[in-house]
């Protein structure tokens, strides 16, 4: 059997003494959408932070591809393949759109005091290649003209957009996607849509969350379903929705 | 002294402070304005640079007729006391970040530098033995003053030469890195650590660099400064004299070096000196009391009207790939015409 892509089990944190994620386990084959969906306050985000290392749990293990990385903080699970984006805007504010996709590749050469001052030629060449790469990027999100702004000058939507393409940037084997259709006009929310649809055609194992359930219906291959920090189901979506937690939640309002 | 001469000794006396002021301001403003991080014992490691350059030019304790003790005591020629002042504050930011930095938010940090300002004095001043407590080391030999005659002004514009060396070096130093990727990767954590660390940077690893360069650069603007007063002690280095240098910043612009040119020109050098020409009004601790005042209204002053600063940071805008630029899209007739 092939290793899982990514792996959690009796994951558990507390947040200001109460249990926000309270023993949750699950797996995911490398490839497919797994879509995370549940009321406000079940535990999602703090689901996705103690994945990405941003929050660290008290009790759990995570595995990536196998290797366990519960103990490795944030940064080390990114260059280990994991990506994210947040809830909330995260931009880089006083960075231009281009500063922050860039800032997300890793460049041995100039990233250190020795590289960045006498391996000039080196890091250049490195850079270019990024850049290269952000540009596809900002082309293939039509927002290749705000390059140059300062990405907290940007609209709610086109920050959006930056940060799925700054998690991109690195080449990430694992995506974690917190909301990415939040607070989006519905023409940008569809542009989403399809190039998380190409992504996932590309082979790219993605976890969302997301209340928008047209995206999660379209997108997903499985979905969770999490309340009060506890997964109560799991499944394909036309079996999920049927779920009385889920009517409450989504269509009883 | 008079006439001319005298000029000539006020010129180069503002030239050296500017200078000094200057290559504090760009360390200071590669800690702050481009990787956040407040370090409020920055003093520290000018006086770490000023008492080590003292150190390695003075000789021992018991020369001078031994009225001076402290610990060590060589006599190197220079440029060494200054290379060796240079490594002294790298090396010790080293322990006070690990310390400082490494598992704090931002604004303990701040806490733990502005403690670590105080009990540094603290141990000067009350461990004579060490560095002469609050007299200081004096008669700290000029450079090169054995080649040439120290109290010519031929001398004085070469020690302006000197300095003025130093300032450039620091500044190419200075600018390079803020352009590099690692730059980049510092304003990155300045903007979000917690964004930082999700994109794969390791915020600890970035914090500690620039600790590090920024001790450096400190050090070496204390080495300069005691080269030229040959002298050293605790009130040359109290902790309100980092909030000077983070004044002058404010001022001149965060994250721009000629920002901090700007700045070091106007606060450290034309207020904080321009203060001690005004005529005396009334008993001369309130002139003095005056400067800090000045200081205070500045900040606020600035913060509320042009927080930026008088140059604030630069965009740094990167031209899209060649490819792009002969397969011109909608997109970018667009961008041309906005």
Known sequence: MAVAALEVEELRCTLGGVEAVAGISFSVREGPTVGLIGPNGAGKSTLVGLIAGTRLPYAGT?????EDVSRLPAWRRSRAGLARTFQLSSEFARLTVLENLMVACRDEAGETIWGALFRRRRWRAVERVHAERAWELLERFRLEHKANEYAGLLSGGEKRMVEIMRGLMSHPRVLLLDEPMAGINPTMREEIAEYLWSLKRDGLTMIMVEHELGAVERLCDTVLVMANGRLIGQGKYSEVIEMGEVVDAYING | MSGAAGWDFVAITLLVYLGVNLIACLGLNLQYGTAGVL????????????YTAALFAVGPSSGNGGFQTYVGGWRLPFPLPWIIATVAGAVVAVP??????????????????????LIATTVVVSFPGFLNGSAGISLVPPPLGTLLNPISVGYGWMYVGLTAVCCLSVFVVVAALARSPLGRSWRAMRDNEVVAGA???????????????????????????????????????????????????????????????????????????????????????????????????????????????????????????????????AGHDKADMS
């Open chain 2, 199 to 329: 994109v794969g940077l390791d915020v600890t690893r970035l914090r500690m660099l620039v600790f590090v360069v920024g001790g450096a650069i400190a050090a070496l603007s204390g080495a300069v400064l005691v080269g030229f007063i040959s002298a050293w002690s605790p009130d040359a280095w109290l902790y309100p004299e980092t909030f000077a240098y983070f004044t002058a910043l404010i001022v001149g612009g965060l994250g721009n070096s000629i920002g901090a040119l700007i700045g070091a020109v106007l606060v450290p050098t034309l207020l904080l000196e321009g203060v001690t020409f005004l005529p005396t009004f009334a008993n001369p601790t309130v002139s003095l009391g005056l400067q800090w005042i000045i200081i205070g209204v500045v900040i606020i002053g600035f913060l509320w009207f042009r927080p930026r600063g008088i140059a604030p940071e630069r965009k740094n805008v990167l031209a899209p790939p060649a490819r792009t630029l002969t397969l011109p899209g």
């Open chain 2, 39 to 50: 370090n409020f014992a920055f003093i520290v490691f000018q006086a770490v640079g000023a």
């Open chain 1, 62 to 66: 995570v595995r990536l591809f196998g």
């Open chain 2, 96 to 117: 006070v970040g690990l310390v400082g930095l490494r598992r704090l938010r931002s604004d303990y940090q701040a806490m733990v530098m502005l403690v670590v300002s």
